[in-house]
């Protein structure tokens, strides 16, 4: 069974940092490309970073270009998500998703398919 | 970045209704996109990608059409356990972007 299981949350000062992990299990890690979302309260969901299965190909979204870092440790089965300089509109919970794709003449369609539970990261004084 | 407008952004609706869901895109994004219900408190589960391919598991109830710039989602019968909001997502290229979604209530 697919799980992917998001930690590192909690309450942290603007400015601040935090770094978020999720553990994969129940399929072949290394050979994913991975994804993080994220949720403000209330509010829908937001595409934030992607990582290639090797870990050396990264996109992010605007709003967290060069302060958000995603990594990733295939040994060890884990996708990360660095987060630096953060803003109380980084609120919000974070969830970690495996791309699967469909090869098709042009390219790739990607989808989520499976998604963590989430964890909910503050930002506030 | 691509814009995706999404409408209606809430509706009301009865058990047994025929729903559609419409996304925009800013730009031609050919037929990467994929639809997403979200329940509160949940993570999202996946329905439909590459615009009308029905993610195994799902109920034949929701479909996907559409290409280019426009698309739709469509719940034949609307059923109890599809009040949720839905979600629109692009691939085609980065930024990925979400519509802003529609939550689908009961009438």
């Known amino acids: 069974e697919v799980q992917l299981v998001e930690s590192g949350g909690g309450l942290v000062q603007p400015g601040g940092s935090l770094r978020l992990s999720c553990a994969a299990s129940g399929f072949s890690f290394s050979t994913y490309w991975m994804n993080w979302v994220r949720q403000a309260p209330g509010e829908g969901l937001v595409w934030v970073s992607r990582?290639?299965?090797?870990?050396?190909?990264?996109a992010y979204a605007d709003s967290v270009k060069g302060r958000f870092t995603t990594s990733r440790d295939n040994a060890q089965n884990t996708l990360y998500l660095q987060m630096t300089s953060l803003r109380a509109e980084d609120t919000a919970v974070y969830y970690c998703?495996?791309?699967?794709?469909?090869?098709?003449?042009?390219?790739?369609?990607?989808?989520?398919?499976?998604w963590g539970l989430g964890t909910l990261v503050t930002v506030s004084a | 970045a691509i814009q995706m407008t999404q409408f209606p952004s809430h509706l009301s609706a009865s058990v047994g209704d025929r729903v559609t869901i419409t996304c925009r895109a800013s730009q031609d994004i050919r037929n990467d996109l994929g639809w997403y219900q979200q329940k509160p408190g949940k993570a999202p589960n996946l329905l439909i990608y590459a615009t009308s391919r029905l993610q195994s598991g799902v109920s034949s109830r929701f479909s996907g059409s559409g290409s280019g710039t426009d698309f739709t989602l469509t719940i034949s019968s609307l059923q109890p356990d599809d009040f949720a909001t839905y979600y629109c997502l692009q691939d085609y290229n980065y930024p990925w972007t979400f519509g802003q979604g529609t939550r689908v209530e009961v009438q």
């Open positions: 990582i290639s299965s090797d870990g050396t190909t990264t």
């Open positions: 998703a495996r791309d699967d794709s469909l090869a098709y003449s042009g390219g790739y369609y990607t989808y989520f398919s499976y």
